[in-house]
């Protein structure tokens, strides 16, 4: 049953929308009139058919990291037959409709298994596919099966058929019988009928007992009813802490409350205007996004223990400790991130009474480097206000400036928000490179010259451009030949960026960019700093640090996605007691990593060969001549090379007892020595079966740290329970149990389990399905194909567990 009167009223506000939304929707009619027309069983070409009778689905049968469609076609030009009579029995009305889609998926499951050439993760066959077919052929008594918007349909209307998270057939039917009672009201509303009447062209299926229209009016009120019906507001409302201004004041001044890293966030938060997102935040100051989630938790409950006020414990009985400093909503589409955090009054207005000049607002001391177009005179700003911005030393963007490929910020927003004083950018013209800076203004403020939500940034000039022409070389985001404005150049790809712009245009290395030039202060790092954003006690940091200290060389072993080159250069930063990457230096090993690469060695130069330092060596040098600062060599896949090989005549060197001994190297008979300062960090996945034996010089000069996957720590259920995402819950559930079973396989072990970073990406701030598929079907699943690359049995349940959780899609 379903609440009629509620069915109506918001039946009323679908009629209104119709016309507005009709563009986007009306794809739906076209595609069942497109494949009536065109669907043929005993086609020669089944693939071929099915692939242009299925032409106008659009986002239907394929979207982000879902590709059922994509499948079919697949498995129909190495099966044709096959998949003829699959949909041959799915589109047979003899049987029920719980036969025919289970036929039809383990038919698909059978199909992949026997033709996969390593690319066939997933047949993508799930119940909401097949609905999609089976609508397509009887559009006169189906519907597309959606388990999200159902439920949401089922929740609105008070509806008491019962639809589970869990991917079964049942669901599907109780969501039938569900439309077809709104079905039988559309039916009896002459006013819709006459509006579809009027609308539909010849392209369209006349939809004459209203199932599609059914459809689309579930969409409507899940997807747009439901979001324009609930009002835009801070929560909660019927709270407060009861902390005058005065008390906030005297709790900032209290080091043992307002630590750090809780100062930190209160005045980035400030900076960025009074609210932010986590992601936002992280963006902008560096760190985590977690950091600042689990920061806030930890500083609220500190306060409610200091003052005792009041605090707010949901009918689960957890407690809600961030509105104690905050007052929140969730973020809009164009938002990065997912909550928006706002300062509570009171304690905003102590923040201005309060000096935080000695707090660093950033955490990351390195610059970030920019791409800044001016445009041409035809398409940008024009040239007379070009010559005064140079004059000025000012590059200018528009706060609208739009964002570029899937990012969800505009540049504008880029351009006012994330860039900080001290990053470096280069300006063009159009594709005319015209010189390199850095900025030298913490913020972004309107242009006096062009106004209209223009915004300013003063720089110094570093170089000019040695050459003016048009850039014709590599397209990337960054370049001048890419239609962008403002664009941060990745980390990744500034090895790129130097080797595209800075050498060739301005003559200067990345090396030379970022250490002759004056940078930002760095910023502290402590131990509560490392504690809150790595999910481990403060006992086992502990032992940790005391393990690098005393032997010099540790090891960080562990299973796959545990998060050890995390936690090592977060180590590193702790023990240096502040954020300074130029002492920090990592390389990956491998089978063909050498001595030459990694000490010194001859390289090819020209038509002769030139003595070349390596890698370690230059690093070992630069940490002598800073013998009170410690320095940090982090080693990826140490387990992977050839460790006598690689360190020769200096293995000996990296003891603890044999620190500051030279000896003289066999290339250049130079004496060379390992520093004391110098501790090295090397990092190796417990699960990989190729390096069986451990090379015994490697055991010997390391300590083994064991790093464990966190999903039952304190810190990581605080990440979990702030995303409250229902599909992820059910997700790291399954992992729990999956890593259960790999323990107590005799074959496998605690090694081999599934790490927690994997779920703590940023991009976890934003959780969607499709992130948590694509976790599943690209990291996981073949990770799991090589644990139990012979026990197909075990593979193929938990394949199946795994994608049950998103068989609603």
């Not at 039938?176 to 002459?190: L, P, V």
């Not at 072993?557 to 796959?560: D, E, L, V």
């Given at each position: 049953m379903i609440d009629i009167d509620k069915l109506k009223i918001i039946l009323t506000e679908y009629k209104k929308h119709f016309y507005s939304h009709w563009n986007n929707e009306k794809y739906k009619w076209e595609a069942i009139k497109h494949f009536q027309s065109h669907w043929n069983i005993e086609a020669k070409n089944f693939a071929e058919m099915f692939e242009y009778a299925t032409a106008k689905t659009g986002n239907l049968l394929t979207s982000k990291n879902f590709y059922p469609r994509v499948m079919i076609i697949a498995f129909a030009k190495v099966d044709a037959e096959t998949v003829r009579q699959m949909f041959r029995k799915l589109f047979n009305e003899n049987y029920s409709l719980s036969e025919r889609i289970e036929l039809f998926q383990n038919v698909s499951e059978t199909i992949r298994q026997k033709y996969d050439d390593g690319t066939w993760k997933n047949h993508f066959q799930n119940i909401y596919t097949i609905s999609v077919y089976i609508w397509l052929m009887f559009p006169d008594k189906y519907y597309i099966y959606k388990y999200t918007i159902y439920k949401n349909v089922a929740t609105e209307l008070n509806s008491n058929y019962?639809?589970?998270?869990?991917?079964?057939?049942?669901?599907?039917?109780?969501?039938?019988?569900?439309?077809?009672?709104?079905?039988?009201?559309?039916?009896?509303?002459?006013?819709?009928?006459?509006?579809l009447q009027n609308i539909i062209t010849d392209d369209c299926y006349t939809d004459p007992y209203l199932k599609t229209c059914t459809i689309d009016f579930g969409f409507y009120l899940s997807k747009l009813y439901l979001e324009q019906s609930q009002p835009e507001h801070w929560f909660p409302q019927n709270y407060t802490p009861e902390i005058s201004i005065e008390k906030w004041s005297e709790l900032l001044q209290d080091s043992s409350i307002f630590n750090l890293a809780a100062l930190q966030i209160v005045k980035r938060i400030k900076d960025y205007g009074g609210q932010a997102t986590c992601k936002q935040l992280s963006e902008k100051y560096g760190e985590s996004p977690n950091f600042y989630n689990v920061n806030s938790f930890t500083l609220a409950r500190r306060i409610a223990e200091k003052t005792q006020c009041p605090i707010i414990t949901t009918e689960q009985c957890h407690t809600k400790w961030w509105p104690i400093l905050y007052i929140g909503k969730k973020a809009n589409n164009t938002t990065e991130g997912c909550f928006i955090w706002k300062l509570r009054y009171e304690l905003d207005k102590a923040l201005d009474k309060t000096d935080l000049s000695y707090i660093p607002l950033y955490s990351n001391s390195k610059p970030a480097i920019w791409k800044i177009s001016h445009g041409t005179e035809a398409t940008g700003i024009s040239n007379q206000n070009k010559i005064i911005f140079e004059k000025r030393n000012v590059v200018v963007v528009h706060s609208n400036t739009k964002a570029k490929g899937t990012s969800k910020v505009k540049q504008g927003q880029d351009f006012i928000n994330t860039i900080k004083k001290g990053d470096f950018f280069y300006l063009c013209y159009g594709n005319s490179i015209q010189l390199l800076g850095q900025f030298i203004s913490e913020k972004a403020v309107p242009n006096k010259e062009i106004q209209n939500e223009w915004y300013e940034r003063e720089y110094c000039i570093i170089a000019k451009s040695k050459d003016t022409s048009a850039y014709k070389g590599t397209q990337k985001w960054w370049t001048p030949n890419n239609n962008s404005t403002c664009i941060k150049i990745s980390?990744?790809?500034?090895?790129?960026?130097?080797?595209?712009?800075?050498?060739?245009?301005?003559?200067?290395?990345?090396?030379?960019?970022?250490?002759?030039?004056?940078?930002?202060?760095?910023?502290?790092?402590?131990?509560?700093?490392?504690l809150a954003a790595v999910y481990m006690t403060e006992q086992r940091y502990t032992m940790l640090e005391a393990l690098l200290k005393n032997k010099k060389n540790i090891i960080l072993?562990?299973?796959?996605g545990v998060g050890k080159t995390f936690i090592a250069k977060k180590l590193a930063y702790t023990i240096m007691g502040e954020q300074d990457d130029s002492r920090i230096k990592m390389v990956q090993f491998h089978q063909n990593y050498s001595y030459e690469d990694f000490i010194m060695g001859y390289r090819p130069c020209g038509a002769d060969f030139k003595l070349t330092e390596g890698t370690f060596y230059r690093f070992c040098v630069e940490a002598s001549e800073h013998k009170y600062k410690p320095y940090f060599f982090i080693i990826d896949e140490i387990n992977r090379g050839n460790i006598s090989k690689i360190f020769g005549e200096l293995l000996m060197l990296i003891e603890k007892d044999y620190r500051d001994t030279a000896i003289t190297l066999s290339y250049n008979d130079i004496s060379f020595s390992v520093p004391e300062n110098l501790y090295i960090i090397g990092m190796m996945n417990t699960a990989d079966r190729s390096l069986a034996i451990m090379d015994y010089a490697l055991r010997r000069r390391f300590s083994f740290f064991e790093i464990e996957p966190a999903y039952y720590s304190e810190g990581f259920q605080n990440y979990q329970h702030k995303i409250a995402n229902k599909t992820f819950d059910a997700l790291i559930e399954q992992i729990k149990l999956l890593n259960k079973e790999i323990i107590s396989d005799a074959s496998l072990g605690r090694g081999f389990q599934i790490g927690h970073s994997y779920f703590c990406d940023e991009k976890a701030q934003h959780c969607t399905t499709d992130w948590l598929r694509s976790i599943v079907e690209f990291d996981i699943i073949p990770m799991l194909s090589e644990y139990w690359f012979d026990e197909t049995e075990n593979l193929e349940r938990w394949k199946k567990n795994l994608r049950g959780v998103f068989d609603d899609k």
């Open positions: 019962e639809l589970k998270h869990n991917g079964s057939i049942n669901n599907l039917i109780n969501g039938f019988c569900m439309y077809d009672e709104i079905c039988d009201i559309i039916q009896k509303d002459t006013e819709i009928k006459s509006i980390e990744a790809e500034q090895d790129l960026f130097e080797k595209l712009i800075l050498k060739p245009y301005f003559d200067i290395s990345l090396h030379s960019l970022f250490h002759n030039t004056e940078n930002t202060a760095i910023s502290k790092y402590t131990k509560q700093d490392f072993q562990g299973a796959p």
